[in-house]
């Protein structure tokens, strides 16, 4: 039941969340360190300090996660359940350092599976708008063509309504 409603707030919390996750995998912070950070444009136009360059690097992620956080911390206050509610305090606690995370206790092993996970949810997401949008179009063209009254208008909608039926229930579901 609450799916439906989470949805709008959920898929773009999550499709900002991907990218910083995924930039902070070992072989991502690697490609940083050797190829980014020692690009001749990162060089010549910002840096050659490469404790500067990273400390700007940790600041970008930073700002990613304190926006991701900012949405939750809404998201947590529409909740019953008061430890969510209290989120933005629990957050400031653990970036001002009063919260060691690795005490929190639910870090998570399988990362990687984790942001797989979260990837195939935005795609169903993607999916179930692109389908509702169709649906509303077909019921608006429904709409019409029951008050419309020529028959060959009503007929060639309708083989044009099972024409796409039929197409959409042979596609591969994946």
């Not at 995924?22 to 404790?51: A, H, P, Q, R």
């Not at 608006?140 to 024409?163: G, P």
Request: glycine content about 6%.
């Amino acid at each position: 039941m609450w799916v439906p409603i989470l949805l709008p707030l959920l898929g773009p919390l999550i499709i900002c969340l991907l990218p910083c996750l995924k930039s902070l995998t070992d072989s991502e912070i690697s490609k940083l360190k050797t190829e980014i950070l020692k690009s001749e444009g990162v060089l010549n136009l910002v840096s050659s300090n490469e404790s500067h360059l990273l400390d700007l690097a940790l600041a970008e992620k930073l700002d990613d996660l304190n926006r991701v956080a900012a949405v939750v911390s809404r998201l947590g206050k529409k909740c019953s359940e008061p430890a969510l509610q209290g989120f933005e305090h629990v957050y400031g606690d653990v970036v001002s350092g009063v919260i060691d995370v690795k005490e929190l206790g639910f870090l998570v092993r399988d990362m990687e599976g984790m942001v797989r996970k979260m990837e195939r949810f935005v795609n169903a997401t993607a999916n179930l708008y692109g389908e509702m949008e169709v649906l509303n179009e077909l019921e608006q063209a429904t709409k019409k063509f029951q008050h419309n009254q020529h028959e060959e208008s009503k007929r060639a909608f309708e083989q044009k309504l099972i024409w796409g039926l039929s197409r959409y229930l042979r596609q591969p579901k994946g």
